[in-house]
């Protein structure tokens, strides 16, 4: 079993940064996909980045290349999502997923088995 948990999230004025974590209890961390999504009020969940933790490959949604990188540290069995040049349009919940296996979309969260309980990151103007 696999319980993501979040944690960093906060509000920073635009232009600013914020480190999210996502730690993964379990001795299978190094075998996992993570992925980060974020869901604001009134809109769908929406992919943000994920990385294969086995190889280290990383993808990202157009709207936070170059701002966002994605990480992770297998001995510590964390996740890192690093967010800088943050825009009032990130505001949102993000959540850490994670699931075991490469196959399927790294985009679509329904392919994602664990879930976080969420972050609030705002972003003001």
């Known amino acids: 079993q696999v319980q993501p948990v979040e944690s960093g999230g906060g509000l920073v004025q635009a232009g600013g940064s914020l480190r999210l974590s996502c730690t993964a209890s379990g001795r299978t961390f190094s075998r996992l996909i993570l992925g980060w999504f974020r869901q604001a009020p009134g809109k769908e969940r929406e992919f943000v980045a994920a990385i294969n933790t086995i190889t280290g490959s990383t993808y990202y949604a157009d709207s936070v290349k170059g701002r966002f990188t994605i990480s992770r540290d297998n001995a510590a069995n964390t996740g890192y999502l690093q967010m800088n040049s943050l825009k009032p349009e990130d505001t949102a919940v993000y959540y850490c997923?994670?699931?075991?296996?490469?196959?399927?979309?790294?985009?679509?969260?329904?392919?994602?088995?664990?879930w976080g309980q969420g972050t609030q990151v705002t972003v003001s103007s």
């Open positions: 997923a994670a699931r075991f296996g490469i196959t399927g979309s790294y985009y679509s969260p329904n392919t994602y088995n664990y």
